[in-house]
């Protein structure tokens, strides 16, 4: 079956770097999607993403975060200046269509700030 | 969103079939019913979904209750691998129907 890649599986950072993300989605895929979930916590919506702009976004999604489809095949998030709460498992995922489509998601990130 | 309730935790036996539910009782008459799973250290993982018929896939059993307000996830013969956090999840009709709101699901430990 095919697969979402992220990459790296972890990540640590200073508070205050920025910090970028990475997904590969599944190639015919239309609909990327980020979701994070604190330890011991709920897995929560950031953003979603079609046609090359974000159709919604959560409150956690404020200004320091961003995301971005470079090329056509990867699908990023950014947090420009990392702060300790971030700390998160950071989940990518991808669907052909969204309401009778199922999501594929990724193995995860986890971003740890120190 | 509509909400879902599902209970926090949930035991069964190796090879016993197990029978988890679901409350939606706000649910809209477009709206999708969704269950996913998460495995220890893993992303969630995509099991079944159905709008008002009863679903069957390699996974699993889907049984969606006549008025729609609540829905069973059957797994037949539970495994060892099946220990996870199920979600049942609605994909709303009127909203961006990608954004897939998770709650606290429920917990299945499956005993040897």
């Given at each position: 079956e095919?697969e979402?890649?992220?990459t790296?599986?972890?990540?640590?950072?200073?508070?205050?770097?920025?910090?970028i993300l990475?997904?590969v989605?599944?190639?015919?895929?239309?609909y990327?999607?980020?979701?994070r979930?604190?330890?011991g916590q709920k897995?929560?919506f950031?953003?979603?993403?079609y046609?090359?702009e974000?159709s919604e976004k959560?409150e956690?999604f404020?200004d320091?975060?961003?995301?971005?489809?470079?090329?056509?095949?990867?699908?990023?998030?950014?947090?420009?200046s990392?702060?300790l709460e971030?700390?998160a498992?950071?989940?990518?995922?991808s669907?052909?269509?969204?309401?009778?489509?199922?999501?594929f998601?990724?193995s995860g990130?986890?971003?740890?700030?120190? | 969103d509509?909400k879902?309730?599902?209970?926090?935790?949930?035991?069964?036996?190796?090879e016993?079939?197990?029978?988890?539910?679901?409350?939606?009782?706000?649910?809209?008459?477009?709206?999708?019913i969704?269950?996913?799973?998460?495995?220890?250290?893993?992303g969630?993982?995509?099991?079944?979904?159905?709008?008002t018929s009863?679903?069957?896939?390699r996974m699993?059993?889907?049984?969606?209750?006549e008025?729609?307000?609540?829905?069973?996830?059957?797994l037949h013969r539970?495994t060892?691998?099946d220990?996870?956090?199920?979600?049942?999840i609605?994909?709303?009709?009127?909203?961006?129907?990608?954004k897939?709101t998770?709650?606290d699901?429920?917990?299945?430990?499956?005993?040897?």
């Amino acid at each position: 079956e095919p697969e979402v890649t992220q990459t790296p599986s972890h990540q640590v950072t200073q508070m205050g770097q920025e910090v970028i993300l990475h997904c590969v989605p599944i190639s015919n895929h239309l609909y990327f999607y980020w979701y994070r979930q604190i330890l011991g916590q709920k897995v929560e919506f950031l953003v979603s993403f079609y046609n090359n702009e974000i159709s919604e976004k959560s409150e956690i999604f404020d200004d320091q975060f961003s995301v971005e489809r470079p090329d056509g095949s990867n699908f990023t998030l950014k947090i420009r200046s990392t702060k300790l709460e971030d700390s998160a498992m950071y989940f990518c995922a991808s669907s052909y269509e969204t309401l009778n489509e199922k999501l594929f998601f990724g193995s995860g990130t986890q971003l740890s700030v120190l | 969103d509509a909400k879902t309730t599902q209970p926090n935790s949930m035991e069964s036996n190796e090879e016993e079939p197990v029978h988890l539910p679901c409350n939606h009782s706000t649910i809209s008459g477009t709206d999708y019913i969704h269950w996913y799973r998460q495995l220890p250290s893993q992303g969630p993982e995509y099991v079944i979904h159905g709008l008002t018929s009863n679903v069957n896939n390699r996974m699993a059993s889907l049984a969606i209750a006549e008025d729609r307000k609540s829905s069973t996830l059957i797994l037949h013969r539970a495994t060892l691998r099946d220990a996870a956090v199920y979600y049942c999840i609605l994909k709303l009709y009127n909203t961006n129907a990608g954004k897939s709101t998770f709650g606290d699901g429920t917990t299945l430990t499956v005993k040897p």
